[in-house]
């Protein structure tokens, strides 16, 4: 084999093996090591702020640390998982008035574009589906880090924040005219794939 022919070959080897070392990372949510938060809090009459979370949910993301914009991150919540830390709250939150959890049992974020700006922070935009109703929301996201686990897996973590208007989303209850936003905090660690 010639020379050129040799150092062709060598570069075509070396690109296929580098090919999928800079491919997009995927990332799985911990929801079972519990090391994801999809939390909320919403005032109540303006007097004071009312917090939950939503206990079951799952996702996962994709990282390209070379094209950030091409990163994507997809969540499922149970609806039904409410968790405002009353029981009859939560009863009535999973009922027509709010969530209508029968009916819609299940809520989604599906991301469209992801923009980091250079300072470990970032802008994550996507149709989040609540009910019968779909709304493009913005994240402000924080990159919180990343490394190796002492169980020899990889991790990646970010924490976003939001408010959304309970309108947009069908629900119209009258909790008075300081609580018609929630804000939402999410604090996500994906293990790589």
């Known amino acids: ?4 022919r040799l150092t062709a070959f060598m570069l075509g080897m070396l690109l296929m093996i ?9 990332y799985k949510f911990d929801t079972k090591g519990q090391h994801a938060f999809i939390e909320f809090r919403i005032q109540h009459l303006g007097y004071s702020w009312l917090y939950g979370r939503f206990n079951d949910f799952d996702g996962s993301f994709t990282y390209d640390k070379a094209n950030p914009g091409k990163s994507k991150v997809n969540v499922t919540i149970d609806m039904s998982s409410i ?3 009353h029981a009859e709250r939560d009863k009535h939150l999973r009922e027509e008035d709010f969530f209508h959890v029968s ?3 299940e809520a989604r974020f599906v991301s469209t574009s ?3 700006h250079g300072d470990g ?10 009910k019968d109703a779909t709304r493009n929301v913005s994240i402000d996201v924080e990159h919180i880090g990343h490394g190796e686990d002492p169980w020899g ?4 973590g970010f924490q976003g924040t939001t408010t959304i208007k309970l309108k ?3 629900i119209d209850y009258d909790l008075g005219p300081a609580s018609t936003y929630a804000e939402l905090e999410l604090s996500i660690e994906g293990i790589r794939q």
Not at 18 to 26: I, K
Not at 121 to 130: Q, S
């Open 1 to 4: 084999m010639s020379r050129t």
């Open 18 to 26: 580098s090919g999928p070392l800079m491919a997009a990372e995927q």
């Open 168 to 170: 947009d989303f069908n």
């Open 121 to 130: 922070t970032a802008t994550l935009k996507g149709d989040l589906t609540i």
């Open 103 to 105: 009916k819609y049992p």
């Open 83 to 85: 968790d405002s830390n």
């Open 153 to 156: 897996g990889y991790r990646r």
């Open 114 to 116: 992801f923009e980091e």
